[in-house]
């Protein structure tokens, strides 16, 4: 079975569509209660379980996984689709508070689900997939506050494809460039990103255009199945060869 980080999300809804349309139970945590959740549940229940969860919580990382194993017998699929909004700005704009925030909600609370996991994940010879970002290989300016806590998990992936690897674990991770949805549709909307700004984008994708959630979906999807079997401690962006 697959649990879901962060199924609330532009990006982990699209990704626990794709596992439950394929026949997977699927347990979904979110921080908030969100419509998206309530619809997955509704339309999946006898398939998906939801779990509310605060991945800065250790304690409660360690009971929710806990819960889902005992829910569902075992965990074979990791995914982490969780994070925080992240600004743009020049590094020179953000303070030590604000990175430690950022590093401390993204990078430590992926850490704080992975732990727990690990003796579940040996025991199903399962794996990891973890979404990140296409900035770690090229970086887009003003992209710090996310390329560095992501970078920071990309790292700890390769970490354990290299150690659990003897137990038959494997860890991938997933670089999503521009996308249309998830945190850029944020940024979008926002204003963060205004036309001149996409038309930069646009012009450095080889693609000329933008991702989408499910474009993410089917590389996650992927890199857990059994088609990935001997692909570990990589990283595959999906961003229309703009880190080429």
Known sequence: MVLILGASGGLGSAIAEIFLARGHRTALTFRRPSSVIDDLATRWNTMSRSYQLDLGDADACTHVVDAVVSDFGELHTLVYAAGPNVPMLHLSKVSPAQFRDQMLSDAVAFFNAVQPSLPHLRAAHGNIVAVTTAATS?????????????????????????????????????????????????????????????????????????????????????????RAGFISGQKLNVDGGYST
């Open 138 to 226: 090229r970086y887009p300016v003003r992209d710090g506050l996310s390329a560095g806590p992501k970078g920071a998990v990309e790292a700890v992936v390769r970490a354990i494809a290299a150690e659990e690897g003897r137990f038959g674990v494997r860890a991938n991770s997933v670089g999503p460039g521009m996308l249309t949805s998830g945190m850029a549709e944020r940024l979008i909307s926002s204003g963060e990103l205004n036309e001149r700004s996409l038309d930069v984008a646009r012009a450095n994708i080889p693609l000329h255009r933008f991702g989408d959630a499910t474009d993410i979906a089917e590389a996650v999807y992927f890199l857990a199945s059994d």
